[in-house]
């Protein structure tokens, strides 16, 4: 298990720098001017309390230490590249929201949004990767499982680097997109891209 749970570490931390750099290009010229600030430091606290994540910190990453009062929190944002809590990559303001051209747009940013958690979900029975309390539980971790979603999140990200880079989703991917993230119930002029 601690092979597996080392291959899972690398690759988590790969996919999850992947995903935030994506997740920056619409958000970051917002984030990067906001007065009101939605990260908080009682969500850094999970990345103390999360034995996945603290071990992610550890072999993966060199960071500044934690403050108590403003957790991972600098001046210049968040000071992780990689394990921050899900709940971090689930959040966008209605400021980002609403500068999105269409519910398309809107829709694909839910899609990287939920991302990291997919790939952690059901990871130890019916629990997220993250909440695994100690190594025991870490022990039990569904590895197939996590490197599955993994691989799935995978081709989701490059589908939406290359709609990105060039409009065009590729008709590959749609089933991908709809298992991290269900399609929206409303339709608009995208219903097409929806209707796999």
Same mark, same amino acid.
């Given at each position: 298990?601690?092979?597996?749970?080392?291959?899972?570490?690398?690759?988590?931390?790969?996919?999850?720098?992947?995903?935030?750099?994506?997740?920056?290009?619409?958000?970051?010229?917002?984030?990067?001017?906001?007065?009101?600030?939605?990260?908080?430091?009682?969500?850094?606290?999970?990345?103390?309390?999360?034995?996945?994540?603290?071990?992610?910190?550890?072999?993966?990453?060199?960071?500044?230490?934690?403050?108590? =009062?403003r957790?991972?929190?600098?001046?210049?944002?968040?000071?992780?590249?990689?394990?921050?809590?899900?709940?971090?990559?689930?959040?966008?303001? =209605?400021k980002?929201?609403?500068?999105?051209?269409?519910?398309?747009?809107?829709?694909?940013?839910?899609?990287?949004?939920?991302?990291?958690?997919?790939?952690?979900?059901?990871?130890?029975?019916?629990?997220?990767?993250?909440?695994?309390?100690?190594?025991?539980?870490?022990?039990?971790?569904?590895?197939?499982?996590?490197?599955?979603?993994?691989?799935e999140?995978?081709?989701?990200?490059?589908?939406?680097?290359?709609?990105?880079?060039?409009?065009?989703?590729?008709?590959?991917?749609?089933?991908?997109?709809?298992?991290? =993230?269900?399609?929206?119930?409303?339709?608009?002029?995208?219903?097409?891209?929806?209707?796999?």
């Amino acid at each position: 298990m601690v092979a597996e749970l080392t291959k899972i570490l690398k690759a988590y931390a790969v996919f999850e720098i992947q995903v935030r750099t994506q997740i920056a290009q619409f958000c970051a010229p917002f984030c990067s001017v906001c007065e009101s600030v939605c990260c908080r430091p009682e969500y850094c606290r999970e990345t103390i309390d999360s034995p996945f994540l603290t071990l992610l910190r550890s072999k993966a990453l060199r960071i500044t230490a934690y403050d108590a =009062k403003r957790g991972w929190l600098t001046p210049t944002g968040c000071a992780l590249s990689a394990g921050r809590p899900p709940v971090c990559y689930q959040f966008s303001c =209605k400021k980002i929201l609403d500068s999105l051209p269409d519910d398309y747009y809107r829709y694909l940013l839910g899609v990287l949004s939920e991302m990291v958690a997919y790939v952690g979900k059901r990871a130890i029975g019916t629990r997220h990767l993250v909440e695994a309390m100690n190594a025991t539980e870490l022990g039990r971790l569904n590895a197939d499982r996590i490197l599955k979603r993994l691989s799935e999140a995978r081709i989701a990200l490059e589908a939406i680097q290359s709609f990105a880079g060039n409009g065009a989703l590729p008709d590959s991917a749609l089933e991908v997109l709809k298992k991290i =993230k269900p399609r929206p119930a409303s339709r608009s002029h995208t219903q097409g891209y929806f209707d796999v």
